[in-house]
């Protein structure tokens, strides 16, 4: 999980670039930055999911299951 200094960090370069003052460098920083950050909430968000269950209708609890490709 992303740290709170590093997500912090990210915000103020975040406020940084919407008021124009921020260096290329630190536009780098920020973009890996919101890829870490995408990473980790994707991770956990599909670790949720896995731990979903579904109750049938005969009472039985089901996993989650993906949808195949062409149903989607």
């Known amino acids: 999980m992303m740290e709170k200094d590093r997500v912090a960090h990210m915000l ?8 124009g003052a921020i260096e290329a460098a630190e536009l ?15 991770e956990g968000f599909r670790q949720r999911l896995e731990n979903i269950y579904v109750e049938q209708e ?9 949808k195949k490709p062409e149903d989607r």
């Open 28 to 42: 780098e920083l920020l973009e890996a930055l919101r890829q870490e950050y995408l990473s980790d909430f994707r």
């Open 58 to 66: 005969d009472g039985s609890y089901q996993k989650l299951q993906r």
């Open 12 to 19: 103020a370069l975040g406020k940084k670039k919407r008021e």
